[in-house]
Every structure is written in C-alpha cells, then in structure tokens.
C-alpha cells in the first residue's frame, strides 16, 4: 500500500487549498451599440442592448 514518504508542509497544503477560492477577473468585451466595456453575455449597463436589440429602456 502506498504511504507517504514524508509529511506535506502546510506552505504546500494551503496552496492546494487555495486554488478552491480563487476570484477571476471577468472578461469584459466592447459594447457593440456604444462601445462601453460589458461583461460577455449581459445586456450592456451603459445603453441596454444586447445582441444588437434594446433589452433594457435606458433613458
């Protein structure tokens, strides 16, 4: 049966453990309409359109 040789240092422990919570920048991407950077596939929060319709009534 295979055993450990030695024992895992917490330095090593923590960072495979830390990879669980990590944050990711999300990606964001030029609005078609207006230009205004938006996350990918979210109505755009500057004018509202998504995928070249108005899904959103901004005044």
Do not use: I, Q, W
């Not at 330095?11 to 230009?35: E, F, I, Q, W, Y």
């Amino acid at each position: 049966m295979a055993v450990p040789k030695r024992r895992t240092s917490r330095s090593k422990r923590n960072m495979r453990r830390a990879n669980h919570d990590k944050v990711v920048v999300p990606n964001l991407a030029a609005c078609s309409n207006c230009g205004e950077p938006s996350v990918s596939h979210r109505a755009c929060p500057a004018c509202g359109f998504y995928k070249g319709r108005e899904v959103v009534k901004k005044s």
